[in-house]
């Protein structure tokens, strides 16, 4: 998908402060960026570069001071509370640092958990066999490994069929290998199902394995490009 240049995902003049007065920080600083469908974004930087705060006005969590977000067209900041849920439930999946799993629920009843909130969702018993987790489906959350559990949690994202794969940190609690296995399953989803993804990481690694990396310091972007020669993420090493 890179070099697409129809926007899909457009973000402008986004700002954002918390606090007042003495107290206020500028978080958000007037970014501008958009993303083509199907693209692999990922959003780099360092911790307090804007990238969380940039994700939860993505997702609808919080809004801005100034500017917007459109998604094909469509403005958050034109969207009251029952609309951006239904935002939230049409457009988008999330995949977390912590998996954030439902503990009296098996790893099937986890994903499909998920699958109850989207109109048009993909097959539970496909998205196990493509996440290696057929073999675990009975399992529960405690019974898995840290890595099991976030294949879990990609599923309950994947099933929706979202139009925007999040992903924030998704890598964060886990060991090198791991880490490379879950980047290669999102790979894969997106490849295989056409989401378009937006991951956040302060890894300079992932960078090579997406389309378009946009790269955030104190609020702003400093730099926008998109990768000619991307790299499997089989082949990242850090």
């Known amino acids: 998908m890179a070099g697409e240049s129809t926007s899909f995902l457009e973000i402008r003049n986004l700002k954002k402060s918390f606090g007042k007065g003495e107290t206020r920080q500028e978080v958000l600083r007037g970014m501008d960026f958009s993303v083509a469908k199907g693209e692999f974004c990922v959003l780099l930087g360092p911790s307090g570069s804007g990238k969380s705060t940039l994700l939860n006005i993505i997702g609808g969590i919080d809004t801005p001071d100034e500017g917007y977000i459109s998604i094909n067209g469509d403005k958050l900041e034109e969207m009251d509370e029952k609309a951006i849920t239904?935002?939230?439930?049409k457009h988008l999946g999330y995949v977390f640092q912590m998996y954030n799993l439902i503990p009296n629920l098996n790893v099937k009843e986890n994903?499909?958990?998920?699958?109850?909130?989207?109109?048009?969702?993909l097959d539970v018993d496909e998205i196990l066999d493509i996440l290696g987790l057929a073999d675990h489906r009975y399992k529960y959350p405690n019974q898995l490994s840290g890595g099991q559990q976030q294949r879990v949690s990609i599923g309950r994202a994947v099933?929706?069929?979202?139009?925007?794969?999040?992903?924030?940190?998704?890598?964060?609690?886990?060991d090198y290998k791991t880490s490379k296995e879950i980047l290669a399953l999102i790979e894969n989803c997106n490849r295989k199902y056409g989401n378009t993804v937006?991951?956040?990481?302060?890894?300079?690694?992932?960078?090579r394995m997406a389309d378009h990396v946009i790269r955030l310091r104190d609020g702003m972007v400093r730099q926008n490009e998109r990768n000619i020669e991307k790299i499997p993420a089989a082949?990242?090493?850090w």
């Open 86 to 89: 239904l935002y939230r439930r």
């Open 111 to 121: 994903i499909e958990v998920g699958a109850y909130l989207s109109d048009n969702p």
């Open 159 to 174: 099933v929706k069929n979202p139009d925007i794969l999040m992903c924030d940190e998704p890598t964060g609690a886990l």
């Open 198 to 207: 937006v991951m956040v990481t302060h890894n300079e690694a992932i960078r």
């Open 235 to 237: 082949e990242l090493e």
